[in-house]
């Protein structure tokens, strides 16, 4: 088959009426909505979370519904479960010989005791009534409990008092346009796809514990002293770092009896929180949003002492950047949990070292844009989540520091796994990624290829604005990759068909080369012609560099259209010169795989590597 011609668009949906041609969400765009109320009570002495959930769901679809799945994502700690069996107990996934999982009581649809169909880490409840379509709403309640793991997969877990809680209540699976119910299991490695609404929850806790979570505090005259609050004012007015709890307020105090701390969060796809003894609890804030950090001292490391301003520096940089930030608040907190988001609040390792703390807050609240801003399906597709945040993190780090150079970097870890033949095409789901495999496929590959596509295929300018119209066109809703590819290609103007396939779907590599160069004399014209090959089914635009004999240069610039028929192609030049050497990737950060057959005769020089954000 001809490897230019336009392939069939793999996957895409649409489109439709709900998901046009253009990339844009359709006329006729619907999505569900879930609301939630929920109490719960940490016990810090069995170590376990009890509480009631009760859920408002409305179904905007034009469909009638008569059962429902809901996420039981602490099924993963039950003895025997999918997950445990799939990643090794020691693994960064794995679960460490653990009995945990749900005791669900109570679970009631409508005020009718209804019976689960429990299925691993999902649940389907049967409705005593069918769900009517564009607007039919029902209530499910239910009582639950679980210990809580000490290691929970890298995304929740304790340490000592310390507790980091997330996927923790029965929450709502994903029902949508493309596959009706989305019921992929929880694993480990695939976090997870959710309904966006407003999530209102109070946690009772040891009265000396502070609790730190996503969504606002609602009762701070419950649980703060009149000194705290004050401070808190403060912050919200002010680019300073204002502490809320001092070092020497932070030491953990017994104190009797329990406290209650309520907190609400709108427009958000889930909730999580941490609660400590011990924290000490930094604010400041940009633009009315408050940015906080909560750490034990000195447990958490010396690194945590900028960590508001990180914070603070991150929600700035990606709101002026991409998409403002659309929430009140960002809280970062350290603890066990190497790096993981939920809205609002991210939970990042421990350490001395700042620029690993930094690197670790900037990139989990990178997070908030994908995918707690714009909500893909993270378990399917796990590029539009960490490859897209990784794409935007280059931007912060270079920013941040002025002189890092990322691109060649992100190529070199794409490259081993490679040579450790562990690379699968980046469209593979994600617990289908060698766990030795995710960062490279999930993270590097597709932000190298992201910003290949910006800087050496459709230029800044028009990728940028493409970029951003997605955000724009998917904040706070369910895109597709083919919503990406669509929106990318109508903004830029580019047919991308061979760029998606080529490098999403195979695991072919870039390698163009240049067999030879000849030259000569044509109507008084001084004719050079460059015979180019490529030695993979990846087809891509040719930037050629040749030198002169006056030691003069100069670039040329081939369209992947060369590659239309076939894999070989003579580009023949008027040149003002005789040519004495050449070069392919004047830019050196373009990813093709073997440099050996870049360069011909006495080859020009590249230019040095490019900061991304200086072009
Ligand atoms: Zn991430």
Known sequence: MDQFYPPARIEWPGPNQYRSANGAPGPEYWQQRADYHITARLDTVLQSLQGTVQLQYTNNSPDTLRFVWLQLDQNLYRPG??????????????????????????????????????????????????????GGNTTITMDFRFRVPEHGSDRMGRDGPLYEIAQWYPRMAVYD?????????YLGQGEFY?????????????????????????????????EQRERLVRAAKTREVIPIITVAESHARVTPGTKTWHFRAENVRDVAWAAAPDFRWDATSW??????????????????????????????????????????????????VGGM???????????????????????????????????????????????????????AKELRWRDTVIIESMVD?????????????????ADNIPASALGAIAYRKPAVLLLTLRNEIVGPELFDAAFREYIRRWAFKHPTPGDFFRTIENSTGHDLSWYWRGFWYTTDLLDVGIDSVTQRQQVGQNLAVVSLHRATSIVFPVRLRLKYVNGTTSDFNLPANIWANGDRFDAVFAVPAQ?????????????????????????????????????
Request: hydrophobic share 35%; glycine share 8%.
């Open 81 to 134: 479960s999918a997950g445990s069996m799939l990643f090794p107990a020691d693994s960064r996934w794995g679960v460490r010989g653990f009995s945990g999982g749900y005791d669900l009581s109570n679970i009631r649809v409508e005020g009718q005791a209804a019976t689960p169909r429990v299925y691993d880490t999902m649940m389907q409840l049967m409705l005593p009534t069918p769900l009517k379509p564009r």
């Open 177 to 185: 346009d493309v596959r009706g119910w989305n019921t992929d299991l």
């Open 194 to 226: 959710l309904e966006y609404g407003d999530i209102d929850f109070s946690v009772t806790v040891p009265a000396g514990y502070t609790v730190a979570a996503s969504g606002m505090l609602q009762n701070p005259r419950d649980v703060l002293t009149d």
């Open 287 to 336: 633009n009315g949003i408050l940015a906080q950090s909560y750490y034990e001292w000195p447990k958490a490391g010396k690194a945590w002492e900028a960590g508001a301003e990180q914070t603070q520096w991150t929600i700035r940089h990606y709101s002026e950047t991409f998409f403002p930030f659309p929430y009140p608040q960002a809280t970062s907190v350290a603890g066990p």
């Open 341 to 395: 988001e939920y809205p609002m609040f991210v939970m990042v390792h421990a350490g001395e070292d700042s620029v690993s703390v930094f690197s670790t807050i900037n990139h989990e609240h990178g997070h908030e844009w994908f995918p707690m801003i714009v909500g893909s399906n993270e378990r399917r597709y796990p590029w539009m989540d960490e490859g897209f945040n990784t794409y935007i993190n280059a931007f």
């Open 413 to 429: 870890n794409w490259r081993s796994a490679v040579d450790a033949e562990i690379d699968v095409p980046v469209m593979t789901a």
């Open 579 to 615: 040519v004495v050497g050449a070069r392919l990737w004047p830019d050196p950060s373009v990813p093709d795989w073997n440099h050996s057959n870049d360069s011909w005769g006495n080859a020009p020089q590249s230019d040095q590597p490019r900061p991304v954000t200086r072009r």
